[in-house]
């Protein structure tokens, strides 16, 4: 079975930063496949933050968190990072990391194969 595990969450004051990780098992990360990080905040829908492929070398970010946030992949430890700067109270929100083989519909849009169970994200 492919899993997905978010770690790294926790609630920080605005302007601070934390390191989200997403680590794989069940499904290799090679650097062919997508991998996305999303976010959904109370009474929001799911927002594509950042999305990675080609072995890091295609990047996408929503223009919320572009200069903010970066994304980063570690094919030796099959695990995808977001590193998430100058937070602002309205990057509040669960945050999932997903994976699919091709992301066709768009890399920030939600139709990926597989998910995570999210890591909580509080700034106040």
């Known amino acids: 079975d492919v899993q997905l595990v978010e770690s790294g969450g926790g609630s920080v004051e605005a302007g601070g930063s934390l390191k989200l990780s997403c680590s794989a098992s069940g499904y290799r990360l090679d650097g062919s496949e997508c991998v996305g990080w999303f976010r959904e905040a109370p009474g929001k829908g799911r927002e594509g933050v950042a999305s990675?492929?080609?072995?890091?070398?295609?990047?996408n970010y929503a223009s919320s968190v572009k200069g903010r946030f970066t994304i980063s992949q570690d094919n030796a430890k099959n695990t995808v990072y977001l590193q998430m700067s100058n937070l602002k109270p309205e990057d509040t929100a669960m945050y999932y990391c997903?994976?699919?083989?091709?992301?066709?519909?768009?890399?920030?849009?939600?139709?990926?194969?597989?998910w995570g169970q999210g890591t909580q994200v509080t700034v106040s």
């Open positions: 990675i492929r080609d072995g890091g070398a295609t990047t």
């Open positions: 997903a994976a699919d083989p091709s992301a066709r519909n768009g890399p920030l849009r939600p139709e990926y194969s597989y």
